[in-house]
């Protein structure tokens, strides 16, 4: 255990979903690592190689050197393009070289972890290409969320659903619903005054109020409003695919109910995604 306790709930929950991944993909026939995710241009091996190359970035090691073909459509700009070298460097790995890394690299990132001894609060270089530093505890928060996020990938890519209520879920949601105010009032451009309802149903269940206030600043909280200008009922899966940019609204508006201002509700829709 790290010697920081408020550090052990992320490491729990990205502990809880490697392994999850691990146990997807070890026995998986070499066809299946080529079936395609919802992750625009990854197969179901690109979303373990980028799992792998983050991890190893953690661990302090160099990034490989290689150059990105110029065909790949779903790299669009400089952050794409970062990502996806650790990607495209494994694209020509079988299955057994991709599952020995990815458990060699769980072993080193868990040992790694057992013995973190930096505050929370240390500030380290953030892991993506920014350039940017955040804190410690900020990180390993979004390392598990982003796991939990590749994990639900390849669930629903091998059609093997499951751990939507895992302890990275809700981590996940936690941390997706702080960013809901600023979907609704800045990104939606909702008025002052403005109130939006999200009713989540499934393994995950949450009932959550978004307010604009007069300076047309969000704020979110657990009550009831009554007669909100617009609201939404869906189920906690499709609510993860729409804040993580995996699906469009238009391809899941069977599974989302909305009352009230439907261009609100439109514009809202529209700006759910917050993942890069």
């Known amino acids: 255990m790290t010697v920081h306790p408020s550090l052990q709930p992320a490491i729990d929950a990205w502990t809880h979903s490697v392994e999850a991944?691990?146990?997807?993909?070890?026995?998986?026939a070499e066809s299946d690592w080529n079936r395609a995710t919802e992750c625009p241009g990854w197969s179901v091996r690109d979303v373990v190689s980028h799992v792998i190359g983050v991890e190893?970035?953690?661990?302090?090691?160099?990034?490989?050197?290689?150059?990105?073909?110029?065909?790949l459509r779903h790299v669009t700009d400089e952050f794409?393009?970062?990502?996806?070298?650790?990607?495209?460097?494994?694209?020509?790995?079988?299955?057994?070289e991709m599952t020995s890394e990815l458990e060699y690299t769980i072993i080193r990132r868990s040992r790694q972890l057992r013995n973190e001894s930096r505050s929370p609060q240390t500030m380290i270089r953030w892991p993506l290409g920014s350039g940017?530093?955040?804190?410690?505890?900020?990180?390993?928060?979004?390392?598990?969320?982003?796991?939990?996020?590749?994990?639900?990938?390849?669930?629903r890519a091998l059609g093997v659903p499951g751990n939507l209520d895992s302890p990275a879920a809700q981590l996940a949601r936690d941390m997706l619903l702080r960013a809901l105010p600023d979907v609704v009032a800045r990104k939606a451009g909702?008025?002052?005054?403005?109130?939006?309802?999200?009713?989540?149903?499934?393994?995950?269940?949450?009932?959550?109020?978004?307010?604009?206030?007069?300076?047309g600043k969000g704020t979110i909280d657990g009550s009831v409003s009554l007669g909100p200008t617009v609201s939404f009922s869906l189920?906690?899966?499709?609510?993860?695919?729409l804040a993580c940019g995996r699906v469009r609204p238009a391809a899941?508006?069977?599974?989302?109910?909305?009352?009230?201002?439907?261009?609100?509700a439109g514009a809202i829709l529209r700006e759910f995604a917050v993942t890069p």
């Open 132 to 155: 940017d530093e955040r804190t410690l505890e900020r990180t390993l928060h979004v390392r598990a969320f982003d796991v939990w996020a590749h994990e639900q990938d390849l669930r």
């Open 21 to 28: 991944v691990n146990e997807l993909v070890r026995p998986l």
């Open 235 to 241: 189920d906690w899966e499709t609510y993860v695919r």
């Open 190 to 215: 909702a008025r002052p005054g403005v109130t939006a309802a999200f009713d989540v149903h499934g393994p995950l269940e949450f009932l959550r109020t978004v307010r604009v206030g007069p300076q």
């Open 252 to 264: 899941v508006a069977d599974r989302i109910g909305v009352e009230g201002d439907r261009r609100l």
């Open 56 to 71: 190893c970035e953690m661990l302090g090691e160099p990034r490989p050197i290689h150059t990105l073909p110029r065909d």
């Open 80 to 96: 794409s393009r970062y990502i996806e070298v650790q990607v495209d460097v494994r694209r020509c790995h079988t299955a057994l």
